[in-house]
């Protein structure tokens, strides 16, 4: 860390060396759709736990309000009254498994939607039958699940921020970042897989020697 502009001097070196040799004997190309990749996964999980959490019981991370610890009794039991009405007319674990169905299938259709778009955009204006075919079923399929969670109860926990319009705006978020992705060169779905598996087999790696470590040292505590 740099004293005066609190920098951190070599990761910041570190990284930029890195990109400069990436870019140096790889394609443009590959490294802009490998970002690409990466970043547009990123933003659809983040627009899938944002419709898998809003339509979870519970209170989940910050409550608005809690801050203040020295509300009168009054403004605690009105407060009280309220989350306990809340709950009431709220999500149940029941309504959170269907809501979950409706997200994982909506998602599911996206891929087969961005599938037809890309590579039987032209059978559908041409009018080929089989693509007008497609085009309606998955459109009924995705209708009847959106409706399903659309009539599923969402969490009211007053938090500080909500995104708001849900589930319009994580669910439109979804089918584009999958229609991007689906756009890319296969290589770069080859080259994503790779690094993927490396990452898993050294977190995997990781996470059996941190087990080991920590069963060795309660042995050595036990044994001392």
């Given at each position: ?41 990123a933003y659809t999980i983040v627009a899938l736990c944002v419709l898998l959490l809003r339509y979870q019981p519970g209170s989940i991370g910050i409550v608005k309000g809690e801050e203040n610890i020295f509300s009168s009794n009054d403004e605690n039991v009105a407060m009280e009254h309220t989350r306990l009405t809340t709950e009431r007319n709220g999500p149940t674990l ?131």
């Amino acid at each position: 860390m740099h004293p005066k502009t609190e920098i951190p001097v070599i990761a910041t070196v570190l990284s930029g060396a890195l990109a400069a040799f990436l870019a140096l004997i790889f394609d443009l190309q590959a490294l802009v759709e490998m970002m690409s990749i990466g970043t547009l996964l990123a933003y659809t999980i983040v627009a899938l736990c944002v419709l898998l959490l809003r339509y979870q019981p519970g209170s989940i991370g910050i409550v608005k309000g809690e801050e203040n610890i020295f509300s009168s009794n009054d403004e605690n039991v009105a407060m009280e009254h309220t989350r306990l009405t809340t709950e009431r007319n709220g999500p149940t674990l029941q309504t959170a498994r269907l809501a979950a169905i409706g997200i994982y299938c909506n998602v599911a259709i996206y891929f087969f939607i961005s599938i037809l778009l890309i590579w039987g955009g032209e059978a559908i204006l041409k009018g080929r039958a089989w693509a007008i075919f497609m085009a309606c079923l998955l459109g009924i399929f995705l209708v009847t699940f959106i409706v399903l969670l659309v009539r599923q109860p969402q969490n009211k926990t007053p938090l500080p921020f909500k995104v708001p319009c849900v589930p319009a705006i994580p669910l439109l978020s979804i089918f584009i970042n999958i229609f991007l992705i689906m756009k890319l060169n296969y290589l770069t779905w080859l080259r994503f897989a790779v690094w993927m598996a490396i990452g898993e087999f050294y977190s995997k790696k990781n996470r059996n020697r941190k087990v080991s470590d920590s069963i060795g040292y309660s042995w050595f505590s036990d044994f001392c």
